[in-house]
């Protein structure tokens, strides 16, 4: 799936040029369906999966995205897919999941380049595929892939890979599993389209294109990554603690740069 994403993520983007174009009308349907998904059948999701997001957004370089699944009848989540149809990276995000998940909560923030339909789609541990859509209006201005980065390159570098890890309060959790975290990674996630006004040049490409997640030996989450990502990503996700005392966290960007931290995260509760 990473070479398929990469690969959607620059031919669109050097296509489209990051300028907001009048939305694709069944572009899923027409296109990407097949692309992403082949043959394989996506069912209707209400009742497994939900997704939340802003009809307007305040800030389409950031459109935070809330994705809660839940299966009940012995199955797991093995998956999660983000499109986001109009944007030059359809494929937004992909996360997989490590076993026995059968409830699974997730936030993440991408920029939105026009108005689109956006669609999460769960993947369950038979293969079966369960997909929820939404339309989020583009509220004007600048499309957000080819906006320039609101962090000066200077400290940009400085504080490239520094990770964040923090506890969500229970209240806030949209999961019922023991843990909900806040992953925070600095890195400005260039999508190569944005044109720098001093030296007339687009900023090379640079972004996040793996993350992978493991509680001691276990593995928790990993996520292929996009242009769609925000600057300076953040993720929330949930957990079953194991008992494991540390959560190693590993970034690894298009230029092979490779950044790892480990957390604390406490005895089994």
């Given at each position: 799936?990473?070479?398929?994403?990469?690969?959607?993520?620059?031919v669109?983007a050097?296509?489209?040029l990051?300028?907001?174009?009048?939305?694709?009308?069944g572009?899923?349907?027409?296109?990407?369906?097949?692309?992403i998904?082949?043959?394989?059948?996506l069912?209707?999701?209400?009742?497994?999966?939900?997704i939340?997001?802003?009809?307007?957004?305040?800030?389409?370089?950031?459109?935070?995205?809330?994705?809660?699944?839940?299966?009940?009848?012995?199955?797991?989540?093995?998956?999660?897919?983000?499109v986001?149809?109009?944007?030059p990276?359809p494929?937004?995000?992909?996360?997989?999941?490590g076993?026995?998940?059968?409830?699974?909560?997730?936030?993440?923030?991408?920029?939105?380049?026009q108005?689109s339909?956006?669609?999460?789609?769960?993947?369950a541990?038979d293969?079966?595929?369960?997909?929820?859509?939404?339309?989020?209006k583009f509220?004007?201005?600048?499309?957000?892939?080819?906006?320039p980065?609101?962090?000066?390159?200077?400290i940009?570098?400085?504080n490239?890979?520094?990770?964040k890890?923090?506890?969500v309060?229970?209240?806030v959790?949209?999961s019922?599993?023991?843990?909900?975290?806040?992953?925070?990674?600095?890195?400005?996630?260039?999508t190569?389209?944005?044109?720098?006004?001093?030296?007339?040049?687009?900023?090379?490409?640079?972004?996040?294109?793996?993350?992978?997640?493991?509680?001691?030996?276990?593995?928790?989450?990993s996520?292929e990554?996009?242009?769609?990502?925000n600057?300076?990503?953040?993720?929330?996700f949930?957990?079953?603690?194991?008992?494991?005392?540390?959560?190693t966290?590993?970034?690894?960007?298009?230029?092979?740069?490779?950044?790892?931290?480990?957390?604390?995260?406490?005895?089994?509760?």
């Open positions: 799936m990473t070479s398929r994403i990469l690969r959607l993520s620059l669109s050097l296509l489209a990051c300028v907001a174009a009048p939305a694709r009308a572009v899923f349907e027409d296109v990407l369906r097949s692309e998904f082949g043959q394989r059948p069912l209707d999701g209400r009742g497994i999966v939900s939340k997001v802003p009809y307007r957004p305040d800030d389409i370089r950031a459109v935070p995205f809330e994705v809660d699944a839940k299966l009940t009848d012995g199955r797991t989540v093995k998956a999660v897919t983000f986001i149809d109009n944007n990276s494929v937004a995000a992909a996360f997989k999941f076993p026995g998940r059968d409830h699974v909560g997730l936030g993440i923030k991408f920029r939105l380049n108005q339909d956006v669609r999460a789609v769960v993947e541990s293969g079966s595929l369960y997909m929820v859509s939404q339309l989020i509220p004007g201005g600048q499309a957000a892939c080819s906006a980065p609101s962090t000066p390159p200077e940009a570098a400085a490239m890979g520094k990770m890890l923090a506890d309060p229970a209240s959790a949209a019922s599993v023991n843990q909900r975290v806040r992953f925070e990674l600095s890195h400005p996630n260039h190569g389209m944005v044109l720098d006004q001093i030296t007339l040049l687009y900023t090379p490409l640079k972004m996040v294109k793996e993350l992978t997640v493991r509680q001691g030996d276990e593995p928790v989450l996520i990554g996009s242009i769609a990502l600057e300076n990503p953040v993720i929330e949930d957990f079953r603690r194991n008992g494991a005392p540390q959560m966290i590993s970034a690894t960007d298009t230029d092979n740069q490779i950044f790892t931290h480990a957390f604390p995260v406490g005895p089994n509760s």
